[in-house]
């Protein structure tokens, strides 16, 4: 049954609750600076922990600006980007000031997003927005797609180098400002290094559904010359010549330039950049990759030989000889980078719609600090639909679920019980009930995750209503706010049991139980834009001893307590 919607009051005094029947908050607490950021930490085990030890639960949304310099808004449906003049906002990041809606991100907008009770967001990184090249720099550019002999260096490019520390820093810059606003509504950051259709080299303006690709820059673009077909629409792209050889090409690292070697310098510097932050929870290496032309199991192989490199993975670099394998793959560069945050890492794109995957299963990924990052979209999401209406979609997303669940228990790692996971993506639609769905499925399994999308932001790849929150009005979509908008508990200390949210009513109970030695009180998130009209919080085992802004609600077990019961109910 769809959720029934709940008139949203953003812009009221915020409720809250104390140990016995939830009281207003009193208006000065609303801009109480945000609780510091622990650290967070994937010790081994399907969960995320915080540097207090309690176990984590994250929700938030994609925030991903997929539109260049060199584009302009067309008049389809979400107005996905497409060739046009050089814009007067930068390029593939988000910024405040921004003349171009669907690139503006503000401080009003990272406090909507705390307010719906969101504590994550997965930030978009693009490669050609961190190392766009030398001025001219094309697809098939001979400086840089010249065939390499395997077993030989590659060229040294001097001034064609396409690297420049410069150029890399005002984009991290630009990407602080976002992080800067994130923080100070206590909401933390993933980094996600974004690409759909290889780059930009790749567009269909014409179509009537119009896109154009985003992440790898031209100059990193080899077709042999191909054609490219421009397919009706950005995912057919996939199985265009031009593209698939342009992503055979990155995945064998057999041309000039050494692709996977500029692509690992770029993470090298954004880890080093971000080391020390607070707020960084990790690094996506690469939204969704893929190569149609391989079977899954070589695919697999490829991919754990990039994340790993040969010294790393032995066996699976030489069961892909013709892949010029780095000593060093992307996951040792960023982990030596970076010796505190997370790394998060994907299969291939088609595990999104079930289909399995052994990375770090038919070989070890010997590595700490990682997590494999999935998403799930149903059998409407392959096809481009994106409104997942059909009822095989329920049974398709939850055997997604199960399986994701099972190769990662089935993953081996340096962290005992393998990596930690989060559903990085699910949504690209407006339909409501799917998303109920998906959340309920995730809430079995305590599993954290990120909506696509925040914001629309252009996007030529989902919905042009996907966004949960209106570009022009900045308000969010009441309807989904129902099911999205969750109480939840963010930081478990001790170990979760059980959790239910009922998205008609807004009712929520959580039962855990709770670990002495934990200092740090258990947080639940109950979400200022979900209650309107405020809430009631009962506890038994324990009591609420404080509360913070976006809903945030300390709770302490009583002394000797096995069990501890958070009840929630709107007024």
């Known amino acids: 049954m769809a959720p029934q919607p709940f008139a949203l009051a953003l812009a009221a005094v915020l409720l809250a609750a104390a140990p016995s029947p939830a009281t207003a908050r009193s208006p000065h607490q609303r801009h109480q600076r945000p609780e510091r950021l622990e650290r967070v930490r994937a010790p081994g085990g399907p969960f995320l922990t915080d540097s207090a ?58 406090r909507t997003l705390r307010d719906l009770g969101f504590s994550v967001v997965r930030l978009g990184l693009i490669w050609e927005g961190l190392e766009p090249g030398p001025r001219g720099a094309r697809a098939d550019d001979p400086r840089y797609c010249a065939p390499h002999r395997a077993g030989t260096p590659h060229a040294r490019l001097g001034s064609a180098d396409p690297f420049d520390q410069r150029t890399l820093d005002a984009y991290l810059r630009r990407t602080d400002h976002t992080i800067a606003l994130l923080a100070r509504a206590g909401i933390r950051v993933i980094l996600d290094l974004h690409q759909d259709a290889w780059g930009s080299a790749f567009a ?81 290496l690469f939204n969704e990759p893929t190569d149609l032309r391989a079977a899954p199991a070589v695919l697999d192989r490829v991919l754990q030989c990039l994340y790993a490199g040969s010294d790393h993975a032995p066996r699976s670099c030489a069961a892909v000889p013709w892949v010029q394998a780095r000593p060093r793959g992307l996951i040792p560069v960023v982990l030596d980078a970076d010796r505190h945050h997370l790394v998060f890492y994907e299969a291939s794109v088609l595990t999104d719609f079930g289909a399995p995957q052994t990375i770090g299963i038919t070989e070890r990924l010997p590595f700490s600090r990682l997590v494999l990052s999935f998403h799930v979209y149903g059998p409407s999401g392959a096809t481009g639909a994106f409104t997942c209406s059909d009822p095989s979609c329920a049974a398709a997303e939850a055997t997604t679920l199960a399986g994701v669940a099972a190769e990662r228990a089935a993953t081996h790692t340096r962290q005992p019980g393998g990596p930690a996971w989060l559903l990085s ?12 769905r998906v959340a309920a499925q995730a809430d079995e399994r305590l599993l954290s995750w990120t909506y696509w999308a925040g914001l629309q932001l252009h996007d030529p790849t989902g919905s042009p209503t996907e966004g949960l929150i209106d570009e022009a009005t900045r308000r969010a979509d009441p309807a989904r706010v129902a099911v999205l908008a969750r109480a939840y508990p963010l930081a478990t200390a001790g170990t979760p049991l059980r959790q239910v949210f009922d998205p008609a009513t807004g009712a929520f109970d959580l039962t855990y139980r709770p670990d002495h ?55």
Do not use: M
Not at 224 to 251: C, E, K, M, N
Not at 425 to 436: I, K, M, T, W
């Open 425 to 436: 993506e699910f949504g690209a639609e407006d339909y409501v009930p799917d998303l109920a």
């Open 53 to 110: 030890g309690r176990r984590l639960e994250l929700r938030g949304v994609n925030l991903v600006a997929k539109c260049g310099r060199a584009t302009r808004p067309s008049d389809a449906p979400g107005t996905p980007c497409v060739p046009g003049p050089v814009s007067p906002d930068p390029g593939y990041v988000l910024t405040p000031r921004a003349a171009d809606p669907g690139r503006r991100f503000t401080a009003a907008d990272a």
């Open 204 to 284: 269909n303006p014409a179509s009537p559904t119009p896109w154009t690709g985003e992440g790898a820059p031209r100059w990193a673009t080899c077709t042999d010359a191909r054609p490219f077909g421009a397919p009706a629409g950005w995912q057919g792209a996939y199985g265009d010549p031009a593209v698939a050889a342009a992503i055979g090409h990155f995945l064998r690292n057999d041309v000039r330039v050494n692709l996977q070697g500029q692509l690992a310098r770029v993470w090298r510097e954004v880890a080093s950049h971000y080391r020390t932050s607070p707020t960084v929870v990790g690094y996506d």
């Open 517 to 571: 030695a934990v200092h740090a009180p258990t947080q639940v998130v109950v979400p200022p834009a979900r209650y309107p009209g405020g809430y009631r919080i009962s506890v038994r085992g324990g009591r609420v001893t404080g509360r913070h802004p976006g809903g945030r609600v300390d709770v302490r077990p009583r002394r000797g307590a096995r069990t501890v019961h958070v009840r929630v109910r709107a007024r």
